[in-house]
């Protein structure tokens, strides 16, 4: 298996391979951070900046400990105090980030297609941390990686992800990463945020969380983007908790082997209780945790590393 690709945009644009040698190199990674000794120098003296544009604690923090741990120089770009609050454009702020020595930027933006833009302009690997409603191929590489350890191969697993599939790019990512990888995908929800030509991607829509449940073997949630809603597409918050909301009484149509997932933040109370969210089928922190040792491994294969040649020695 090889890596040939400079950026990590999608998963729409990467293969099964691909996909699975970014899952074997993050097993090494996983391995390497169960160590005493965390750190590899496979990335000394690269300087990489997370460039987030939009609010973020589980994917900033996780590739910022991704490329410590792989002895990059990490810049944090912090977007409150900087020009862009003086209208400086994407473009120049990358540009400029690119003059000052950066290697590397990992983009977080508002704007779907950013990082593609982006690649377009530099010279240098670019890593999308999530663009709009569009993707967030990190979080899909983690999320597919998570179930794999608990299900083993992917191929067959009924995968059921349920809430506003319309505005998030973490669902759009899992669908292409899971079909990919040959799971069966529902996608559940009220139709304003599940409507029905979400089945040319691949997956079953469903309006009817019983039935859903009823053979899934993972459920993820999806938490409500009010960011990205144009116009009302529920009645009311406690309305949409009313009929979709994962409750007790809801994950007794569950499998009592299904695992709960959620890419975070939660609304708790909203699309999922505490009491789920923290129970024993929950492995939300999992995927947290997994984040460092994915995230190391595109950061890595981005950068030319051959993933049969991870040095671990920390000189
Ligand atoms: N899952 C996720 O993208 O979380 P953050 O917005 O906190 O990075």
Redesign the pocket.
Known sequence: MSWNRRHLLTLEELSAADIALIHATATTFKQILGRNVKKVPALRGKTIVNLFLE??????LAFEMAAKRLSADVIAFDAASSSTTKGETLRDTAQNIRALGAEMIILRHAAAGSPLYLSRILDIPVINA?DGAHE?PT?GLLDTFTMQEHLGALRGRKVVILGDVLFSR?ARSNIHALTKLGAAVTVVGPSTLVPHWFTSLGVTVSHDLRSALADAEVVMLLRIQHERQTAGMFPSLGEYTSVFGLNRARADWLNPRALIMH???INRGVEIDSELADGKNSVILEQVANGIAVRMAVLYLCAGGDPQKIATSKD
């Open positions: 609010p973020s604690t589980r994917t900033r999530g967030h979080q973490v890419p975070g933040p």
